[in-house]
Each structure stands twice: as structure tokens, then as C-alpha cells.
């Protein structure tokens, strides 16, 4: 049993030293992270008001908003 | 809260649009009123854009071109929409990334279930969709356009009915009425009774 473990050490450690990330790899890594910080905008658009507010909050910041746009020539 | 419109190119007339409740206070000087939003589906999205800059950067903070956003689509969306959809918020409000997923899944998934029946009930459309492990099955989903607007509608015309002073256009007014003052009763024919028996109340059965 020693010696198989000794045997895969062996490979394996090899392995991990000579593995080096790639550009692309890298650039995923540092995307995962920002979008685990961020937090993402809900938007719920409606007939008569539009929702909005953050993810992970249980009720939408914005909701009396009506959905309505008037334009005036100015 | 005025915005100026992006979309004019023309230098003789500048366009500002008024949004929600202080467009409503110049809803009678205005030279065009638009309702983006008719039956669940928009329908003007030049108008729309507007909306979403005032919720985005004004009331919800965001700052440009930083920001991950996830929308909540109507469950009879069509496919041509989409890219509509998120040429606008890619494009014209920078956001960094745009997923558009189904209302109802959203709705069930927040009450922790992945199976369900989805039924709701709206101010433009109702829609009763089922879910199965996550996914909206499509073939079975039923819309029906009868839903709050058409309350008010009926609730507006029964009042002129009555002799009360009240346009048609004044939905509004309306709808405030129907949400302060209305109510469903549990057992209809003894509301009834109780209405025709008692003379100093003066309801209006619809």
C-alpha cells in the first residue's frame, strides 16, 4: 500500500507543480468571483406597475412605479 | 423625474418624457400619453426605455455599465422578443449581463418548489401556467384577458350609470376606488339579502 501511495505521490505531484492557468482560465476564475459579489437587479415588468429591486431581499424596493410615459415637446 | 429621450436625433423638437406618478399630474397638458405595457406584453418599446433608465439609476442606484440584470418575462412571450429585449439593455442601458427567464418558474422557485401550478392573476392578463422540475410546459399554459383592468372598466361604468360624475379616462380614479372600497364577499345571495334589507347602505352590486 506504501508503495502504491509513494508511486502516486510521485505522479501526481509533478502534475500539480508543472500546471500553470491559462489566460482564458484566468480570466473565468476573476469572472466567477465579481459575479458571486455582485448583487443582480430583478426587474418584473407589468401592466400596471413595474417591480424592481435586488436579489436576495424578500420583497422589491420599487414597485408603485406605473408604467406609463407621457412626452412633452419641449 | 424628467428624462431626455436618447432616441430623438431631431434638434428642432427635444422630447422629455414624464414617468409614473408626475406623469400622471401633466397627464392633461401632454401632446402624447403612452402605455407601454397593454395586456402583459409590451408592446412600445421606445417607451419603455425610459422606465427602465428612471428604475435603474435613480430609484434602484446602479451604476452604468456595472450592473447584472434578471428579467422576469411573461409566460406567452414570443420569440422575437428576446433579442429585442436584450439589445436594448446591452446597447442602449450598457449592462454587463441580461438573463430573461419565465415569471412563474421565478414565482415557485421563491417558495423553495421546482413542481407546481402557477396561477396569476393580473392587471392586464391572468395566466395559470404548470411547472414540472423546473421547466414551464408551454402546451399547457392557458391566458385569459379578463383580469383587474376590466373590473375597474365595469366598476367605472356602473357608477355612470348611477349619476356620478366620472369619465371613462379617469381609470385611475378608478382603480382607487376599486382597491379602497370594494371587496368580494364570501357567501354572494346573503350579501345580497343584506344589501336589498338594510336602506341607508347604498352599494353597488356588480
Redesign the interface.
Known sequence: MNLLTKKQDQQIKPKKEAKKYSEIELRVKKMETTFDESTVLVIDNGTESIKSGYSGQDLPRVCSIFDITIVHNA | MSVE?PGSDQQT?????????E??A??E????????????A?QDYD??G???E???FK??G?YKS???????E?PIIKKQDRPRLSEIFFEKLFAD?VSIMN?ACLSLFSTGKTKGLVVEI????CHTVPIFEGFALQHASITNDI???DITNLLIDGLVAQGMKISKKMT?NG?DIKEKMCSVPMDYAMAVRMCCSCNRLRLMIL
Open positions: 429621450q423638437t427635444k422630447k422629455i418624457s414624464y414617468i409614473g406618478h406623469g400622471l401633466k397627464k397638458k401632454a401632446n402624447s400619453v403612452v402605455y407601454p405595457v397593454v395586456r402583459g409590451i417607451g419603455m425610459p422606465i427602465w428612471q428604475v435603474l430609484e434602484l446602479a456595472q450592473f447584472q440584470v434578471l428579467l422576469a411573461n449581463s415569471g393580473g392587471e392586464g392578463a383580469a383587474g383592468q385611475e382603480r
